[in-house]
């Protein structure tokens, strides 16, 4: 069945609903790495609202760019909170350095039981992703079909983009809950996931 786009929004929206009532005011033990990946979890996030908000507004190929920094904030926040040393977290602060996403992937699969898929995932995202991030072929190719330069990327298009968006956004979230102890908001995500994604 083909995806629905305003039923995709319906669906993001619920999802930006739900987090943000649930995780307002919650809080977790300080320690660098925990500060850390809270800080990926919450950007990924921002990026799905700010997904949701250009496909709303029909700007979809910026909307298409926050594909990957979506994606990659919370690799980077699972790595954070699972696999770096409080050196590694410490290096990344003053010097903006972080290990390669592949090296950190390898290290996530290895420390998380259930994210064996990760990986996977990865290979079959990356290149479309950087694409559309960095105006590769995909992003020109949609703006030079005829005489005129505009965008003809498709609302199945865009609504798959959300799809994409919110699963990842609701990993992070599910993470934020479970570094700050709150399986009761575990619980509602999934019940709200289950839910909305149940044929």
């Not at 995202?125 to 005129?148: C, E, P």
């Amino acid at each position: 069945m083909e995806l629905d786009l305003e039923m995709e929004l319906d669906k993001s929206l619920q999802f930006q609903s739900l987090a943000d009532e649930t995780l307002v005011d919650i809080s977790a033990p300080g320690t660098s790495k925990n500060r850390a990946a809270l800080a990926f979890f919450h950007l990924c996030l921002e990026h799905q609202h700010g997904l949701h908000t250009l496909i709303e507004q029909r700007v979809f190929g910026s909307a298409l760019a926050l594909l990957r920094p979506l994606y990659e904030s919370y690799v980077r926040g699972m790595w954070a909170l699972h696999c770096a040393s409080h050196e590694e977290i410490m290096e990344f602060i003053r010097s903006n350095r972080l290990p390669k996403i592949r090296q950190m992937l390898v290290r996530i699969s290895s420390a998380v039981d259930g994210l064996e898929g990760l990986e996977n995932a990865h290979k079959a995202s990356w290149d479309w992703m950087n694409d559309y991030t960095h105006g590769g072929s995909s992003q020109i190719r949609a703006r030079t079909q005829g005489d005129d330069i505009q965008n003809t990327q498709s609302e199945v298009h865009a609504a798959a983009a959300l799809v994409n968006g919110r699963h990842w956004a609701f990993m992070a979230a599910v993470a934020i809950a479970d570094v700050c102890g709150r399986p009761d908001i575990c619980t509602a995500l999934h019940h709200q996931r289950v839910a909305m994604d149940s044929p």
